[in-house]
């Protein structure tokens, strides 16, 4: 009896027993049911920020369909210029309308920067197209405002891809086309490399062509009568006969022709190749030579003034503006090596 009582107490005070039973059942089911909240709650979290992510991923692709921001192929970083000749057309037009500002009134480096990323992307879009007028354009273009700007980093791809899609197609370039890439190519070559015997090699195989036009490109009367084949011979063997006098004249010569785009492209060439060390090694020859020299004497050699040549070299010349003399090396005086003695 005893033993029932307190079984009865301890139902009655709901800790053991049925009692305790049903509260622990009830407890279980209160858990249960936030964890399935819980899971819900998280489910619908998770749904949530996957339609957020595929929003913004989808607007993404939409902002860079439309974006005019083109990456580089090489560095994976977009492919739209590759697959996309719509694209292509896009940037061409944008850099081609840079160019002209670039010409005209925004001489920046930043500009001047950005212009050449865009060929260089344009260069990589097209390595897998066949060849057509928008290829050809995109690398000739190119060439023409790297040659401008005398960037030979930029120019020189552009002429290798311009005379390898011609070795493909014959039909590429046409004759005149062909014949300024060669004569870029090969005073490029001869001037920066040194390359001489390849220089004259590919001018004679690649541009002189038949007897007659060789003759005619050896033999020529003066400066102005020459043709371009012509200039670029007389220009490559002034180089490696080391008369810069007689190059610095053509060059000279060059820089009156700014009508003509294929003698402006030849003048930057030469500036960015050769003009440094032809007019450093001409003014050591004059230093040799004289001790002093009159500002129109010194114009009607060079077909420069003084200063100019001062600029461009660093030399440690004396100018005087006044007496219109430039004094290139002091007099050694031999009086105090008389009172000396």
Do not use: C
């Amino acid at each position: 009896m005893q033993t029932n009582h307190k079984k009865g107490e301890n139902n009655r005070d709901g800790r053991t027993g049925n009692n305790s039973k049903h509260w622990t059942f009830r407890r279980r089911t209160q858990n249960s049911r936030k964890e399935k909240n819980n899971e819900h709650n998280d489910e619908e979290t998770i749904k949530l920020e996957r339609r957020k992510a595929r929003f913004a991923k989808e607007q993404l692709e939409i902002k860079s369909k439309e974006s005019r921001e083109f990456g580089l192929v090489s560095r994976g970083q977009d492919n739209r210029l590759q697959n996309d000749s719509s694209a292509r057309n896009i940037l061409l037009d944008d850099t081609k309308r840079m160019i002209d500002d670039y010409r005209h009134k925004d001489q920046s480096l930043e500009t001047r920067d950005q212009i050449l990323m865009n060929f260089r992307k344009l260069r990589e879009s097209i390595l897998r197209i066949k060849s057509d007028e928008f290829v050809k354009s995109v690398l000739l273009a190119s060439m023409h405002f790297s040659i401008t700007i005398e960037h030979y980093q930029s120019y020189i791809p552009s002429m290798e891809k311009l005379l390898e899609r011609e070795s493909i197609d014959a039909t590429f370039l046409e004759e005149k086309e062909l014949e300024e890439v060669w004569l870029y190519f090969i005073l490029h070559i001869v001037h920066f490399s040194k390359e001489y015997e390849r220089g004259f090699s590919l001018l004679f195989e690649k541009v002189a062509g038949n007897g007659k036009r060789y003759h005619k490109m050896l033999y020529s009367d003066t400066i102005e009568s020459m043709t371009n084949v012509q200039l670029t011979y007389k220009l490559i063997e002034a180089f490696t006969e080391h008369n810069y006098f007689k190059w610095l004249q053509i060059y000279n010569y060059l820089g009156t022709k700014t009508d003509d785009q294929v003698k402006q492209h030849i003048r930057s060439i030469l500036k960015a190749t050769a003009l440094q060390d032809t007019l450093e090694d001409i003014s050591k020859t004059l230093r040799s030579s004289y001790f002093v020299l009159d500002y129109p004497f010194f114009k009607g050699l060079l077909g420069m003034d003084a200063s100019e040549l001062v600029s461009i070299t660093k030399a440690n010349w004396v100018l005087d503006d006044d007496a219109g003399l430039v004094t290139l090396r002091e007099r050694v005086q031999k009086q105090r090596a008389i009172k000396k003695a």
